[in-house]
């Protein structure tokens, strides 16, 4: 089968977003496979000639590490292993989530360290170019032996167990066996732990996000620039010079972008009355801009982590070791997801207090920005609605990653809670998503009453294309069907913008 090879290293997130994003095959390189070859019949050597207990190769796992499995029992200890394991609770993980967990599961099995075979390798290949989906829970891993419960279910269905999820149906998935004629997999020694093992869900939730921020850190400036002009404020925050003085990059970025978004206008060159604008306004380069930060940051942290082998223990063919760590431990990840909870928190937070500030009747607008202020209740409420996601979003920034609870009768006595960041952080980004439309929603109807004086070419091409979906809001209408098609535009625009 045609396909992008699998590398041995990916240089950027957005490398790897992109096979996902644009339902790129890929396949095993001949390099690849004979590394995975290779690591496998080194394991199997070091078996045969060794009589010694091995963690997790030919011993119980967890606490019972110290009970030796006779070699005629290590199949049946592979599948055991990961039957018990499945048993996670709560919400399915969204499908696009699946397809990140199964890249990169593929792609750290692919280094050849892992002692795993081949045929399991490919039948994650097979899964991932055929969109078949392992169902798979959010609640279960203490994200430090690795993700365990989530990473079991993922890795059911090569047994035969478990369920898939094919064209939006679930399925069992022996179904899907015969369906597509293949036969259930033997896992051999070490591969069940070395499928469960490993920081995949973390890490999927947290690449996925990265990419997702990415892009709403450029909606929210640019939806920040319209209300910008609504407000009637000023330029003056955004001036180069002031931003050269504090060296930061990401302050730099914001203001040369809101720059960028307002240049052309009259609108922001008019006469001020204002002599100085609320920190909303005022500030918005140093607060998205430290968020834009933290995104690099974060990036670093993730790019480290795709291209990484985080099962255990892990085998050296060419040093004839095998090593027993804590590379799957989720912590630098765990630590990574609630600095960027924290980051996408405040683009919410500040967003939510401009909305506040153009309904509040200042700078010439009217009251809740419509006409007939008191017969309609106009924008009121929307406010209320952005106030309750933020403060919501405040509760689910308290750190996962100081937590721990002693688990496996104490053989794993810290653990990172890694997944339980991961899964807060996308329902933190969902809520961010939701509050910049509400902004979005806001400052396009605030800004329909300085029509009298022009904004720049840019932002009335995005106000324009916003209107073909959204309409003004002459009457109080069901807001809730504005504010998710401002959700909806929001999600499938591509914006625009031209160089300085």
Known sequence: MLGTPITPEFHSIEE?????????SILLSSEVSQKIVAGRKFLDDKLKRTEEPIYGINTGFGALCDVKIENEFLVQLQENLVR?????????????????????????????????????????????????LPVIYQQGSLGASGDLAPLAHLSLPLIGEGEMMLNGTKIPASDLN??????????????????????????????FLVTKFERIIEWATAIAAISIEAFDARLDPFHPSLHTIRHHKGQQEIASQIRKWLKGSELINQPKKAVQDPYSFRCIPQVIGASWDVLQHVKQVFTNEINAVTDNPTIFPDEDLILSGGNFHGQPLAMALDYLSIAMHELGSISERRVYQ????????????????????????PQYTAASIVSQNKQLCTPASIDTID??????????????????????????EKLIA???????????????????????????????????????????IDIANSLKFLQEYSLRLDNE
């Open 438 to 480: 509400i902004e979005l929603f806001t400052a396009s109807q605030a800004i329909h009453f300085r029509k009298n004086t022009a904004t720049s070419p840019q932002i009335q091409q995005l106000v324009n294309d916003y209107r073909n979906e959204v309409s003004f809001v002459e009457n109080d209408r069901v807001l809730h």
């Open 407 to 432: 688990s496996s009768a104490g053989q794993e006595d810290h653990v990172s809670m890694g997944a339980n960041a991961a899964t807060k952080a996308y329902r933190i980004f969902e809520n961010l």
């Open 84 to 132: 018990s394991h499945a048993c996670g609770m709560g919400e399915t993980v969204p499908e696009e989530v699946v397809k990140w967990m199964l890249l990169l599961k593929i792609q750290s099995l692919s280094y050849g360290l892992s002692g795993v075979q081949l045929s399991t390798v490919q039948r994650l290949v097979d899964y991932f170019n055929g969109d078949f």
């Open 178 to 207: 015969k369906k597509m004629n293949w036969a259930s997999l033997k896992l051999q020694s070490k591969e069940g732990l070395a499928l469960l093992n490993g920081t995949q869900f973390m890490a999927a939730y947290g690449a």
């Open 16 to 24: 790897f977003a992109k096979i996902i994003q644009t339902k790129t």
């Open 358 to 381: 153009l309904i509040s009747g200042k700078r010439d607008l009217p009251p809740f920005l419509v006409a007939n202020p008191g017969l309609n209740s106009g924008l009121m409420i």
